[in-house]
């Protein structure tokens, strides 16, 4: 894993790892697991929506506008069923290719797709947080955001894998014929060794 996603792992820490189990109905090495596939999708659409002015800019003001307040109590957070804003966060970084994601990752990790979205509900705010609140200590714009995700996302996913790009670019299956889905096991295998 890179850096930022050892962090956000860390974050999340046992305690929040065993509330968001007992919300998904899982055990803590299935959380776990899916925790470590979602999240990179996460950061690869952030990073995509960095590609362009627009996206950057927005994604900049989103997360300044993030003060990281819910790392303050993110056991109490992931022991409610109260998503706060995740669906919001994820409509706006996956558009029309948020069903996609929540697919490949329900086929990738044996969820269903309701725990697929919830997991991904969940894991949208703290990742936002965690870059507003490494925004708020840092001070950086727009341009060292983009620079810390393309950083994050250029990591090799483990041992034969793809880098995080690639694995969030089938998430997102970029020319939209679906068949992303079918390679995600394949390329998730290196990522989750």
């Not at 725990?115 to 341009?143: D, H």
């Amino acid at each position: 894993m890179s850096g930022l996603l050892d962090d956000l792992m860390g974050q999340i820490g046992g305690a929040g790892m065993q509330n968001l189990s007992q919300q998904l109905g899982l055990n803590q090495q299935q959380t776990a697991s899916a925790v470590s596939a979602a999240l990179p999708v996460l950061l690869g659409a952030m990073a995509k929506k960095t590609e362009t002015a627009d996206g950057a800019n927005q994604l900049a003001q989103a997360v300044t506008d993030d003060d990281g307040g819910i790392l303050d109590d993110l056991v109490g957070f992931l022991g409610s069923s109260n998503n706060r804003n995740g669906a919001d966060i994820l409509s706006s970084l996956l558009g029309g290719k948020q069903t996609n994601v929540e697919s490949g990752i329900s086929k990738a990790t044996g969820l269903d797709l309701g725990q697929s979205m919830s997991l991904l509900q969940n894991l949208a705010p703290i990742l936002m947080g965690f870059l507003g609140k490494k925004q708020s200590q840092e001070g950086f714009g727009t341009s060292v955001l983009t620079n810390i995700l393309a950083g994050a996302v250029s990591q090799k996913s483990g041992s034969g894998g793809g880098s995080i790009m690639d694995i969030a670019g089938a998430f997102l299956d970029q020319d939209g014929d679906g068949s992303a889905i079918d390679d995600i096991g394949g390329l998730l295998g290196g990522f989750l060794k």
